[in-house]
């Protein structure tokens, strides 16, 4: 049974670094992996989606990668800035078409 | 495009009413869900449909039920409710390529897109 882990589950950075998230996933046997952003009190929006195929995809500021044979992901932050404060969660897409979500790392950015 | 739409946004039921969650999009997705999210827990599947007229089960499905008589519409129905059904639910749509339509990738994107989320409280 695939379980997808989200390490650490809470994170505090000074504003500026830049921080990697971890994602870790128990069967290697994915169609992709997403990585979404969630605000408090709303929806979630997707941040990033790699094919199984692949190995990284960019946007702006935010690249994340995939190793499916480690079973892992990292979504790296350059830059942080208080606006990235959020919940991010990494899901996977499995070979029989569930998904499955990690719990997520709840992220903070301080001022 | 409204994108995905989710009505009520909070609704209280008590112990055994039944009432259905209503979903709807209007970006010709072919597949869409139904996840609910407990407090400090990532999403969890209930059901999911990869086109009109066919559903299928998550990782929760018992104590609901879907239909898909439409690409646009998924709702979904809780039938006797419990206060273990107190959750977020949240639905989503993704557009994945099955035997044509594909990328240059081999695959359709298959970017989920959520809608709001309703929250549902059972006492």
């Known amino acids: 049974k695939q379980e997808v882990t989200q390490i650490p589950a809470a994170l505090s950075v000074p504003e500026g670094e830049n921080l990697v998230l971890n994602c870790s996933f128990t069967?290697?046997?994915?169609?992709?992996l997403q990585w979404f952003r969630q605000d408090p009190g709303k929806g979630l929006t997707s941040l990033l989606l790699?094919?199984?195929?692949?190995r990284e995809q960019t946007s702006g500021r935010l690249n994340a990668s995939l190793d499916k044979s480690s079973g892992r992901s990292t979504l790296y932050i350059a830059a942080s800035q208080p606006g990235d404060s959020a919940t991010y969660l990494c899901?996977?897409?499995?070979?029989?078409?569930?998904?499955?979500f990690g719990k997520g790392t709840r992220l903070h950015i301080l001022p | 495009n409204a994108g995905v739409t989710q009505t009520p946004k909070f609704r209280i039921l008590k112990i055994g009413q039944s009432m259905t969650l209503q979903c709807a999009q209007d970006?010709?997705?072919?597949?869409m869900y139904w996840y609910r999210q407990d407090p400090g827990m990532g999403l969890k599947l209930i059901y999911y449909?990869?086109?009109?007229?066919?559903?299928d089960k998550g990782e929760v499905p018992n104590g609901y039920n879907v239909s898909r008589s439409t690409t646009e519409d998924f709702p979904l129905r809780l039938e006797l409710a419990a206060p273990s059904q107190t959750s977020v639910y949240f639905c989503?749509?993704?557009?994945?390529?099955?035997?044509?339509?594909?990328?240059?990738?081999?695959?359709?994107?298959?970017?989920?897109?959520f809608g709001p989320g309703t929250r549902l409280t059972v006492l």
């Open positions: 449909s990869v086109g009109a007229g066919i559903t």
């Open positions: 790699i094919q199984s195929s692949q």
């Open positions: 989503a749509s993704s557009l994945r390529s099955g035997t044509g339509g594909r990328s240059s990738s081999g695959r359709g994107t298959d970017t989920q897109y």
């Open positions: 899901a996977v897409r499995n070979r029989d078409d569930k998904i499955i």
């Open positions: 970006m010709n997705h072919n597949y």
């Open positions: 069967d290697s046997a994915i169609y992709n």
